[in-house]
């Protein structure tokens, strides 16, 4: 399962609000030993005021979703790591995040993400996988 969270590309960050309201994005994100980085990047967006960061404020329970979907079903998998985010305000780590991010991601050589930069301690990981494909 940590090898598939590891190797996917994308991932479904899922947040509620303080009264339990869910938000569900995609993010781009590493992973590293027991935590998960990703960060605000140059991609247009609405407000930087983002829905995903006060809600990881007011409630930092989260969870986070990769899958593999393939017309053979025998192929499916999924994995989900939950835990506790937080904005990392420490300067050193945050730029070690986004090393990580840019060794991951082409297009963040070009553009740098300027953050902030989301840690989310792993606490649990959890997965399901076809019968044919059973590596969870």
């Not at 190797?7 to 309201?21: E, F, N, Q, R, Y």
């Not at 930087?48 to 899958?67: C, G, Y």
């Not at 553009?111 to 930069?117: A, M, T």
Request: glycine share 4%.
């Amino acid at each position: 399962m940590r090898e598939r969270l590891a190797g996917a590309v994308v991932a479904h960050l899922a947040t509620a609000d303080a009264t339990g309201k869910p938000h569900l994005v995609p993010v781009c994100y590493a992973f590293d030993d027991d935590t998960l980085y990703f960060a605000v990047d140059a991609k247009p967006k609405r407000t930087t005021e983002l829905k995903r960061l006060r809600n990881i404020a007011a409630n930092p329970r989260v969870s986070v979703l990769v899958d593999h979907y393939d017309d053979d079903w025998q192929r499916l998998w999924w994995v989900r790591a939950d835990g506790t985010a937080r904005v990392v305000t420490d300067d050193a780590q945050a730029n070690r995040a986004i090393d990580l991010l840019v060794k991951r991601y082409p297009q963040y050589r070009e553009s740098r993400p300027g953050g902030p930069v989301v840690a989310i301690s792993i606490q649990s990981i959890t997965g399901w996988a076809s019968v044919a494909n059973p590596a969870c």
